[in-house]
């Protein structure tokens, strides 16, 4: 080998599934199979990105793809060669089923990363050969290097130097990626940079006409990276891409922007009425708020997506949410080279919280089933559409429970989030609180919330809008590159990590006058710039991959914060420290702590 071997797993793209097949139909024993049978798995291992490739420079030189399954199956397939089924929730296990490779030498250099990308879970091999006259060996993985038949594991050569070593403290950037990109904000603005993480680079972006060239220019040439969630969150529209993602998108997003304004208005009024009343209950005894919120957020997506009220899916359903978001989140930066972040107890909590959540979907769905269709929610679309889609092919097929976990939580968690922010920014601004209140009672009178009545807070919106540039949740938009492209004066080649930093777009001071200072004023309507502000604030992504969920979390966003103010009053007992929790959206670190006392 010319250069020191990387591992690494390709775009979930019909280009690396050409290229995976044309390496392997090039080697015994496929070959001789004509790669037929393995077509299927090989498909579902690229675009699940259950696979790791080996790289000599530019050469492709070693493939191992896997199926997630259970330790039970997985042992029957080892003992008596039983049949193995994928597991694709909830799984403790992975079976390397296909594997090729050039060099006897790379083999444990793939198996190692393959152990590295399935952290918690144990990894079952077997070895067969080529030769049909040697016994196959268990506890090996099923070897298809073409060796000759004397060559064993055991006397092969030692993995490369490049096999990913994971010991050390990890990069900053995946240690702490919104602190690292605040900082990489203010000392480079604007500027698009390559970052080393592990053994790789990512090029991150903070330039809105670079980030536009992403997520809208060359859409078709970036692939959305969220394979660490694919485990908890199955085929859904957060994990699919191209036409998979079109479909799921065109039988939900109805439902996620409501179009029963007046009967959103109404769950939402109600649900944080009672949050208002449950935070004011504490008698002043500061601490977070973020449980509730919580709580009330993934109430409102239940009520007005689902048409199921949150007490139906019980207690612990909002909190079970939480380790799988944690977990998920924390693995997606655990790539070749970076010490691990995640360990089997944080895994055992999040499929055990996985678990229970589906099970009570399950129990969602069985209750719906036993009742007339719902016109009005998107619970009762998704049931159908997954009843129509059972026989398809699985790139066809409604992922039912993975859809319905992604609604929760891709409907709840970031609107959560933000909300937290701007609580905490209310509490510390005591005058711009009070100022905002009066607003609130002087549109509201004694009625309740309406779009109307919110139209006439005039400072609502724009205290939103400056929230979510200082604060935004989806702070991170991370991308595959499925071919070569030029981002920003860098080239980028197939499979490259390219990351849009929404921190550094709301950071830049070509683009937003004193970008670290809070001022609501810059998003006025009367603002000349307001139109062009719109292209430069990207708190909901961009282009037609932009969050479909963003009219209904300004809407819910709005009505909660009128019904919070409306009965509280916001202190903090102590400044706050500016630290960032990284998970499916930005957090502070332990948690908003907030004293709320009754008016």
Known sequence: MKHPVQFKTMPASLESFGVAVDFLSRREPFVADQVGPFIRAVRRQILRR???????????VGYAGWLPTTRAAADAWLENGGELHSADHGADAVA???VAVDDPRVTLGLMRAARELNPGLRVFFKRSYADATREARKSAVMNRTGLTPDQSVENRPAPPAAAPARSGARPPIADDPCAFLYALAERSPGATERVAIGEEQVLVVQDPQVAAHVLVDNLANYSKNFSSFTPFFGRSR???????????????????APHDTARATEIFSRLYAGLAEELA????????????????????????????????????????LRPIIHYTARRAWDLPGVPPAVNETMLAEAQAAAGRVRKAIARMVERRRRVEPRDNDALSALIAAADRTECEPEEIRIDLAGELVTLVVAGSDTTSAALGWALSILAAFPAFQNALRDEIFAAFG???????????????????????RMFPPVAILSRFANGSDTVGGHAVAAGDRVLVSVIGLHQNPANWDAPREFLIERHHAEQRA???????????????????GARFARMEMEIALAQILRTCRLELAEPLPLAFDWGASMRRRGGQKIKVTRL
């Open 50 to 60: 259950e696979h790791v490739v080996g790289f000599d420079g530019a050469t492709l």
């Open 96 to 98: 390397l089923t296909i």
């Open 238 to 256: 957060l994990t699919l891409d191209g036409d998979a993602w079109r479909r799921s998108q065109r039988i939900s997003q109805g439902f996620i």
């Open 281 to 320: 209950s504490r008698g002043g005894a500061a601490g977070p708020v973020d449980g509730a919120l919580d709580r009330a957020a993934v109430a409102a997506l239940t009520e007005t997506a689902f048409s199921t009220p949150l007490a139906e899916l019980g207690d612990g359903f909002a909190a079970d």
């Open 446 to 468: 004694h009625g309740g919330p309406t779009l109307e009545n919110l139209e006439r807070v005039p400072n609502l919106r724009p205290f939103i809008d400056e929230t979510l």
């Open 530 to 548: 307001r139109g062009e502000r719109r292209s430069r604030f990207m708190a909901f992504s961009a282009g037609p991959r932009i969050c479909g």
